[in-house]
């Protein structure tokens, strides 16, 4: 059975960070794309970030870009995202996301959610 | 970045029936489109891959369709298990754009 388990979340001040952490288990994690995707508290869904099997693609919503930066270890099946210089609009449900190719991109359909991990950035 | 509509944003609904819901992105996606099932306090599930694939395990009362820029799900005879939030979501290029979301409930 596909489990996906986030760590992590938590309540940070407005300019710090946070390291996100996703167990992953179930399936071959190396021949997978691996993504973050957010849920405002309320609200719909959106493409945090995304790297490929072999952490040789990888992109970032513009949201973030500059300020988050994803990474995975295969060797631990595991996928994380680093967070820093937090804004109050990154307070979210994080959920880690198995895609549904090799690499990030066209094509890809998020196969697989874990639970989530909520981040709430507030002073 | 390409935009995704949905409509309606809401809809209520008697068990049995059946129900629409539409799609739209703002350029041509051929039949990248995909469509997940989020209910409260749960994490969103795909339904339906490549605009009309049904996941494995998906019952068949569900059906996708459309290509290009026009997509719709069809929910055949809807269930009490079926009431929930339903986004659509390009994966044509990236970023992965999503729908801002459907919710159906009980009429």
């Known amino acids: 059975e596909v489990q996906l388990v986030e760590s992590g979340g938590g309540l940070v001040q407005p300019g710090r960070s946070l390291r996100l952490s996703c167990a992953a288990s179930?399936?071959?994690?190396?021949?997978?794309?691996m993504y973050w995707v957010r849920q405002l508290p309320g609200k719909g869904l959106e493409w945090v970030s995304g790297i490929s099997w072999n952490s040789g693609g990888i992109g970032y919503a513009d949201s973030v870009q500059g300020r988050f930066t994803i990474s995975r270890d295969n060797a631990k099946n595991s996928l994380y995202l680093e967070m820093k210089n937090l804004r109050a609009e990154d307070t979210a449900l994080y959920y880690c996301?198995?895609?549904?190719?090799?690499?990030?991109?066209?094509?890809?359909?998020?196969?697989?959610w874990g639970q989530g991990t909520l981040v709430t950035v507030s002073s | 970045d390409i935009q995704m509509t949905q409509s309606p944003s809401s809809l209520s609904a008697s068990i049995g029936d059946r129900v629409t819901i539409t799609c739209r992105a703002s350029?041509?996606?051929?039949?990248?489109l995909n469509w997940y099932q989020q209910k409260p306090g749960k994490a969103p599930q795909l339904l339906i891959y490549a605009a009309s694939s049904l996941l494995s395990g998906v019952p068949s009362r569900f059906s996708g369709s459309g290509s290009g820029t026009d997509f719709s799900l069809t929910i055949f005879s809807i269930q009490p298990e079926d009431f929930a939030t339903y986004y659509c979501q390009q994966s044509s290029s990236s970023p992965l754009t999503f729908g801002p979301g459907t919710k159906v409930d009980i009429k």
């Open positions: 179930g399936f071959s994690f190396d021949n997978y794309a």
């Open positions: 350029q041509s996606i051929s039949t990248s």
């Open positions: 996301v198995k895609g549904s190719r090799l690499s990030t991109g066209a094509e890809n359909w998020f196969d697989r």
